[in-house]
């Protein structure tokens, strides 16, 4: 029905904004009318025109993308970096409701971990029958392996998250607990800082309670159970990489706490110790906030086929080197078939009701419960008892009667391993629709977060996350099926003392740190190969722009075939076939390795895993140059429109350069990032020369003019000279002038400078190679090309000559960095073998 109260306000705003009968609505109450705690909300939403709202949307939009926020959902065809789904409306509380919610999640928290605590100890909630064994031991995440082992404090449950539902009557029912590695907490941070940028006055007008406090709870209770043995406690973030679903949110806690970002590999473990794998060496680490699922993290122990884990972990957990939040198996508890036994147990342990009930669920291992459950199989939602189940959750009511028998033989066969639950009516929140100026109403739910305090109890993150269907008569939200979000404001003074700031340690002149300590090697490397891959993609993007450039004009046929040439010798152009489609695949081909389409996305792969260390308008500028990017996935390409992008890209490249030489500290992972653009530049000049060299067109003046091109020197060549390219001048600046950063010998001892700077700090054993080729190539005489005495046949002997050369500088260059690569990267010698004490 449509609102017809005469107190309702902005009516356009509402005009397509129906209620759904026996629905919980959070902004109106049942005479349509508006919820005080909402009041203010709309009045502003009131006073603002659609336009002006439109910008506020604009605005929520653009931070998302200028901040990277993404949500990668599988098979997405929006790719693997779907931008994060975020309303402009927030979801609002009232205070006093809220003390109630946050009461009942920290008495839930405070209920799992104890059960968890009693399921991998004395298990005496089993034997007493208050839990069903084969709904425990079925589990693929109760972990045998964890038998016995208790962590600091008897904390099992570091960070918690509940799933909420509110029923019609406005009460709120738990339809499922979080407890392995709960996901959300730092979209919802982030929602909050985008949301109360849109409405920064009614932000602070509400009085909205603040999120800091629950994130410093967590640092405060990781660094005091870590066993450090009087050591500074390094927690590190584990993360199983830029594929998962919530990869943004694992790189913006990392970010937010202050804590490295590493994968199973940037980890390893020595006598039931684990380390961190860093330039200096090995760095022990204390605790491990994990973001892998429970099976995945010790292929040792448990999940042989993990390619994700650090093997040894559970051994370092068992003899108490290390902690590890969660703590190993808690996953157990998520299984939908103990909602309904939580009650009772909260009874036994603790004398009490949960203030929060669960939504009604049944196990079906239970021989009545199997028998109810068959019969109101049509009410029903049927969800699997183990995730180890290849079976889809399902409505009773959407089955046909042949599919319920179906069902229903299926369930009588394993009852053990289904589980009945009552379908949840969500209630529902207005959103913004950008398209036509209105409200609508979506099903939302809500995941809450608590995290432990060190002193048995839980601080609950005031808000949380908000979940919005997407369509109108949807019924389950899900941010795998595309669903939005909404941040969640908690209206109200936050309670008295609750952002009391603990006194922060006091860092004099011994305490200052001036580089990184725990800088893993993989992001290191992974910096080379960002550096490496910023120059190869500027190198191709420069020849490419130089053949296509000639070959649409078409008035130079002699200069596009010597580019044409030099492309083929370094394998960046397709030899056999039209030229066209050459130009084609070196631009765009998928299957051609040397493409420049290829080469991109090698370096936002490589900015992908570095994304920790690049300031935000560094990855503003890879964001942008990625949707520029997207015309090389064009069907029917134009020429013209590629050479504007080629322009493009290689100012784009440029702003790269930038952005290293001004906007990053100049630590390990700078210089390495340096070397790699020393390294890719050198061996592309070196080369591209001797390819030059060799062919015919070095007695062109038309070829000394692209190749000024490609070697971005030709404003220089001409203040300079202020004539056309003649061979010996141009060699002078491309080959030995020490003035231009486009030059081989400029490069060549910037090289040798850098790894003689890197190898002194490591210990490591000087380059002399690369130091003895710019000796040589310093002593080359350009005047011997202008000898009188010289005929053809001397020149070109000559020349050959120092094409030997720069062949030789190119080759020596790669296996600089192919023994960068193992010393520092593979930890192949004793340099990097060395543990590092703090």
Request: proline residues 5%; hydrophobic residues 45%.
């Amino acid at each position: 029905m449509f609102l017809s109260s005469a107190e309702r306000y902005m009516p356009d705003l509402l005009d397509l904004y129906r209620r759904t009968p026996a629905t919980y609505h959070e902004m109106l109450d049942g005479e349509g009318n508006l919820r005080a705690h909402w009041r203010r909300l709309f009045d502003q939403l009131q006073r603002s025109s659609v336009l002006q709202l439109a910008q506020r949307q604009a605005l929520l939009t653009r931070q998302i993308q200028e901040n990277g926020v993404t949500y990668n959902v599988y098979a997405d065809p929006k790719g693997a970096d779907r931008p994060w789904e975020l309303d402009l409306l927030p979801n609002l509380l009232a205070a006093d409701e809220w003390q109630q919610i946050a009461a009942g999640i920290a008495q839930r928290a405070r209920l799992l971990n104890t059960v968890l605590g009693d399921l991998y100890g004395p298990q005496t909630l089993i034997a007493g029958g208050l839990l069903p064994a084969e709904l425990i031991f079925g589990h693929n995440n109760f972990l045998w392996p964890c038998q016995g082992v208790e962590p600091p404090d008897g904390t099992y449950l570091h960070v918690y998250a509940v799933d909420l539902a509110r029923t019609p009557d406005g009460r709120w029912w738990v339809t499922a607990d979080r407890t392995q590695a709960p996901s959300g907490a730092g979209y919802a941070l982030e929602n909050r800082q985008i949301v109360s940028r849109a409405f920064p006055e009614l932000y602070r007008d509400l009085q909205i309670q603040h999120l800091n406090a629950f994130f410093r709870t967590l640092q405060e209770t990781l660094a005091r159970q870590a066993p450090t043995d009087g050591e500074v406690p390094l927690v590190v973030l584990l993360t199983p990489g830029r594929f998962n679903e919530s990869y943004f949110e694992h790189l913006y806690l990392a970010r937010q706490l202050g804590y490295p970002l590493v994968e199973g590999g940037d980890l390893t473990v020595r006598d039931a110790t684990v380390y961190l794998k860093t330039l200096s060496g090995l760095r022990r680490v204390h605790a491990i906030m994990r973001r892998l699922d429970d099976d995945f993290c010790d292929p040792l122990e448990l999940r042989t086929d993990s390619a994700l884990g650090v093997p040894g972990l559970l051994e370092a957990v068992r003899q108490g080197r290390v902690l590890v939040a969660n703590a190993l198996g808690s996953g157990v508890l998520e299984s939908p078939g103990l909602l309904g036994f939580l009650p009772k147990i909260n009874e036994h342990l603790f004398g009490e009701e949960l203030l929060l009930p669960s939504i009604a669920t049944w196990w079906c291992g239970e021989e009545p419960v199997l028998a109810q459950a068959l019969e109101k199989l049509p009410e029903l939602l049927i969800k699997p008892a183990f995730p180890s189940q290849s079976f889809t959750p399902v409505f009773g009511r959407d089955l046909s009667e042949t599919q319920r028998e179906a069902l229903a033989k299926r369930i009588r066969k394993r009852p053990y391993a289904y589980v009945a639950q009552e379908l949840a009516q969500l209630s529902q929140a207005p959103v913004w629709q950008p398209e036509n100026g209105q409200l609508q109403p979506r099903a939302i739910g809500m995941r809450v977060y608590a995290v432990a305090d060190g002193e048995g109890g839980y601080r609950i993150l005031p808000g949380g996350l908000t979940r919005v269907a997407t369509e109108a008569d949807a019924e389950v939200v899900s941010m795998q099926r595309g669903g939005a979000s909404k941040d969640t404001w908690v209206l109200g003074e936050p309670a008295q003392g609750g952002e009391t700031r603990p006194n922060p340690k006091n860092l004099g002149g011994l305490g200052l740190v001036r580089r990184d300590p725990y800088l893993p090697s993989r992001i290191v490397e992974n910096l080379f190969w960002f550096g490496r891959y910023c120059e190869r993609c500027d190198d191709s993007a420069r020849l490419l722009r130089i053949m296509l450039a000639r070959y649409v004009e078409g008035d130079d046929p002699l200069a596009l075939q010597a580019a044409v040439e030099l492309a083929e010798s370094l394998k960046l152009l397709p030899e056999a076939g039209d030229l066209h489609d050459r130009l084609l695949v070196a631009l765009m081909g998928p299957d051609w390795p040397a493409s420049l389409r290829a080469n991109l996305l090698r370096l936002q792969w490589a900015a992908s895993q570095v994304r920790g260390k690049l300031s935000r308008e560094n990855w503003q500028a890879l964001v942008q140059l990625q949707h520029d990017a997207q015309i090389l996935d064009t069907e029917e390409p134009d020429f013209g429109e590629l050479l504007d992008f080629l322009n493009r890209l290689v100012m784009s490249l440029a702003a790269l350069s930038g952005f290293a030489l001004d906007d990053m500290t100049r630590d390990e992972g700078w210089r390495f990032l340096m070397v790699g653009r020393q390294i890719e530049r050198l061996q592309f000049l070196a080369s591209s020369l001797a390819e030059f060299l060799h062919g015919v067109a070095v007695f062109d003046q038309v070829g000394l003019e692209w190749l000024l091109e490609l070697g971005n020197s030709s404003i220089t060549y001409r203040s300079r000279y202020m004539a056309v390219p003649q061979l010996i001048p141009v060699l002078d600046l491309l080959l030995l002038d020490e003035q231009n950063p486009h030059a081989v010998l400029f490069q060549l001892r910037l090289a040798v400078r850098s790894l003689s700077r890197l190898n002194e700090d490591f210990a490591a054993p000087r380059e002399v190679g690369l130091s003895i080729l710019a000796e040589r190539l310093a002593a080359f005489d350009l005047g011997s090309l202008e000898n009188q005495l010289f005929g053809v046949t001397s020149l070109r002997a000559v020349l050959d000559g120092l094409v030997v050369l720069l062949k030789q500088v190119s080759e020596a260059a790669g296996h600089a960095s192919d023994r960068l690569a193992l010393r520092h990267f593979a930890h192949v010698d004793d340099v990097s073998k060395q543990t590092v004490s703090v």
